[in-house]
């Protein structure tokens, strides 16, 4: 399936991707996770075509994507659709124009100036609206929403290009542990009912854990972890963070696990700090 062979990116001299491997053999959800700077967001712009490789190689279900351009890297790209922790919506356009622009790669230029989509597009639009729950949010322009809310409308955006892979930037980065939740709910739900691969960057280990089947460690731009959520114990999340024996798992903590908890526990431990 997806194959990444010494995938490297060099910025003037620096180093942000280091010889980075790894196979994904059938669809899975997966996290990478390390420090700011350790290199996340330029694995995955790569894997997009956002940002060139200097040197490695991916291949797609046998095919070198590495560098391709034009029109073949604008089909890639929808095949690998890209969510953002800023989520990149258009702010004063409506919530479904704004997903329907997930099918720009397919469309005429002429046909998106002038905001036309065919039926079955608007159609398709508002179906996956509504399983993300904000289809009554549709006629609505996207700066009206909750970040919760756009970030979904970023990802019925996304899903809008049917593609093969998910890849997520940091997508709970700036949300409230609430939304959080629904955001990562969505992923895992899109991965494990259409069978996507999802790849997120995570800044938190509890989120990684929790919904990932693999998790990908980084560190200055190299993986120095690759295995499931019980093999990343608190000692190998101190090594991917580069952090002394003072390392404390809470501080990259999302608080999602603090949501399903019954209120009287939350407040015995509560009692208990
Ligand atoms: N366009 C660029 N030009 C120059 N240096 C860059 C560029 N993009 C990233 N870098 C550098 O590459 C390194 C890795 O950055 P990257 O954003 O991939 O890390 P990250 O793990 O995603 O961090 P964060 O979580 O803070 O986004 C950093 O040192 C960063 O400064």
Redesign the pocket.
Known sequence: MLHITELTKT??G?T??NKVSFDVKQPKMIGVI??????????LRMLNCLTTASTGTISFNGEDVTGLRGAARRQWQSRCAMIFQQFNLVPRMDVVSNVLHGTLNRRATWATMFNLYPQDDIHKAIEILDRLGIAEQAPKRAEALSGGQQQRVAIARALMQDPDIILAD?PIASLDPMNAQIVMDALRRIHEEDGRMVIA?L?TLDTARRYCDRVIG?RD?RVVFDGTPDQLTTGVARDIYGAGADFSEAATSTQIETLDRPKAEIAKTAALV
């Open positions: 910025f003037n620096k942000a991707v390390g420090r700011s700077g350790a290199g996340k967001s330029t694995l940091e960057n800044h980084m731009g």
